[in-house]
């Protein structure tokens, strides 16, 4: 598997494949959540202010955006006012008081809608730009945006309540490559460049080469390779994990990487949520 990801130009990846991979990620989860009984549902997870139950109704609300996006779509653009710390719990509001029960039953139904439709745009051959935290891109990478989100979330539940994650090479590198991406266009934006190749290991490794210069560009090459595990830097970059997580990369590099994490895990006045 070979992905290229960039903020200027076209990115190159199969997106029939990660469609494929996304839903079989979801459908892993769904079996996981269906045993699930009160307990687990009240359950705190990685995410420090929600619930296993919270996290579910966050992955509905980001169903129903995927099904109403459409061209020029800015619900996750900066201009929008999206933040990634604040906005996701604005949209809870509107499930506050829901039943688990109801809440899986939603989370079963939205997805199908989700894929359903992300199917009939692939098959229909549809290209079209939406708007995202770092800028404009095709609807495409917008679906491994949520992908990467899902599969975080599936950590977060699973995880903090001692569960092991039922993850696969090809979800991992997938989700390590999005938020390596994502990680460089943030610290493009405080400012920091970064041009390094970070090899990690483990099911879902490979060389991951990332260039932040002139916008972003990140080549991945799967292979079986010595390093840290994929999955542990893709739980760094996103404020889940130690810096440790990637590698030898000289100290400023790394620190530019973590900037996201930084960010993710700035307290937000209570005037801003």
């Given amino acids: 598997m070979t992905l290229l ?7 190159d990846f ?6 494929d991979v996304f839903s079989q990620q979801r459908q892993r989860f769904i079996a996981v959540l269906q045993a699930f009984g009160a307990a687990e549902w009240r359950s705190p997870t990685r995410c420090a202010e929600w619930s296993a139950h919270e996290v579910v109704r966050h992955l509905c609300d980001t169903n129903m955006n995927a099904v109403a996006s459409e061209p020029a779509d800015r619900a996750l653009g900066t201009s929008s006012g999206f933040d990634p710390r604040t906005t996701p719990r604005q949209w809870l509001t509107a499930s506050e008081g829901e039943a688990p029960g109801d809440t899986l039953s939603r989370f079963v139904k939205t997805t199908e809608r989700r894929f359903a439709r992300d199917r009939a745009r692939l098959a229909d051959g549809l290209s079209f730009d939406v708007h995202l935290p770092y800028g404009q891109v095709d609807w495409t990478v917008r679906m491994l945006h949520g992908f990467w989100d ?3 979330h599936e950590r977060d539940v699973l995880l903090a309540s001692g569960c ?3 993850t696969n090479g090809d979800a991992t590198i997938y989700a390590t490559a999005y938020g390596l991406f994502i990680a460089g266009a943030v610290a493009s934006r405080f400012g920091a460049r970064v041009q390094e190749k970070l090899t990690l290991g483990s099911d879902g490794g490979g060389v991951f080469d990332l260039d932040n210069r002139d916008g972003v560009m990140l080549t991945v090459t799967r292979a079986t390779t010595d390093g840290p595990p994929a999955a542990l830097a893709a739980d760094a ?3 889940r994990g130690s810096a440790d997580a990637l590698g030898d990369l000289p100290a400023s590099s790394r620190a530019a990487l973590m900037l996201m994490a930084d960010f993710f895990n700035t307290p937000v006045a209570p005037s801003q949520t």
């Fill in 14 to 19: 199969d997106a029939e494949h990660l469609l």
């Fill in 237 to 239: 970059l996103a404020g």
């Fill in 150 to 152: 899902s599969w975080l």
């Fill in 164 to 166: 092991e994650h039922p």
């Fill in 5 to 11: 990801l960039r903020t200027r130009g076209q990115c």
